[in-house]
């Protein structure tokens, strides 16, 4: 048995040793889990990830490679990944590389043959925390002295979201959507154009004057990393544009939704994170598979004496997964309709989004 030459160090203390593959360098993140059994190039392509080292509970990783089509960004920038079994000989015909190639192209650090299970029970015990990955002769207690000073950055925002403008057409298109970047996947993109509209990308900092003079029929929110409150521009737009024509908001879109009429998010102890949670749509009583990656959510209870009412909530936390006000033409949801990875079963919301444009048209 090769020794060990990898390990990560958690706030708590707690040592766990192993093998690296990805980059070789130092690193201080958040870690949180993700229950997803297969999406890890969706998962490690998500901007929201962004600073957060992902444990993944599924015990196989790797074993169908990386495909040039499934990114949901183009340049990743989640913090590390853990894992307790890791292939690096994929078995799939669409792959171009393997996942450690990625990950060191990217200088994000890898982690397996440590104990997932045990690590996951400690941050559904503990909450999420800080977590170190270094080499395995790094000093503990110089580690834990970085691990203390160590601040999670609150701009992770404003390092994702695009620097100018950027657009995807698609033929024949019948609506025209800006969309403002706080880290987007590149599959909402997709859905979009799927259903005829023309997207134009962009940064999060626009002013609302600016979006409207590209005249768009929808705004659309996108996901991305970190507080919600930190990305007051994105909230102050919604504020100003509210009525003015229909607004779709998914993920820290919902929340930035909930926040600019009034609601108030909080911090999760862990998060949701994963490819299976239950949410029941409160419209019609129907339950749907989700896809989810988040650590905040929307208090349910600030909701009162907003013009928001809740449509959708967790059925495991009874959190709020969706929102709505119809007197200001928008909505929002918690959850990844897009599904990348995930089930496809809320995917009607974005005909939602699609038939609330062709009103206002």
Known sequence: MKPYDKK??????????????????????????????????????????????????????????????????????MGGLIVREYNDLPSNFRYTKTLSEVLDEYDIPGISGVDTRMITRIIRDEGSQKVMICNAHKDYDEAMAELQEYKIPTDMVSRVSCKKRWYSRTPNHKFDVVAIDCGIKLNIIRKLNEKGCNVTVVPYDITADEIMKMQPDGLFLSNGPGNPEDVGTVINVVRELKGKLPIFGICLGHQMISLALGAKTFKMKFGHRGGNHPVMNLENG???????????????????????????????????????????????????????????DSSYLFDKFIDLMAKEG
Do not use: W
Request: hydrophobic share 30%.
């Open 286 to 344: 129907k339950i749907e598979i989700t896809s989810q990656n988040h650590s905040y959510a929307v208090d349910v209870n600030s909701l009162e004496g907003t013009e928001l009412t809740l449509t959708h909530k967790n059925l495991l936390d009874n959190t709020a997964e969706g929102v709505e006000s119809a007197q200001n033409k928008l909505f929002s949801v918690q959850y990844h309709p897009e599904s990348a990875p995930g089930p496809q």
């Open 8 to 77: 990560i160090i958690l706030e708590n203390g707690k040592e766990f040793y192993g093998y690296g593959f990805g980059s070789n360098k130092q690193s201080i993140n958040e870690i949180v889990f993700n229950t997803s059994m297969v999406g890890y190039q969706e998962i490690i392509s998500d901007p929201s990830y962004t600073d957060q080292m992902v444990c993944m509970t599924y015990p196989l990783i790797g074993n169908y490679g990386m495909a040039d089509d499934d990114y949901e960004t183009r340049v990743p920038t």
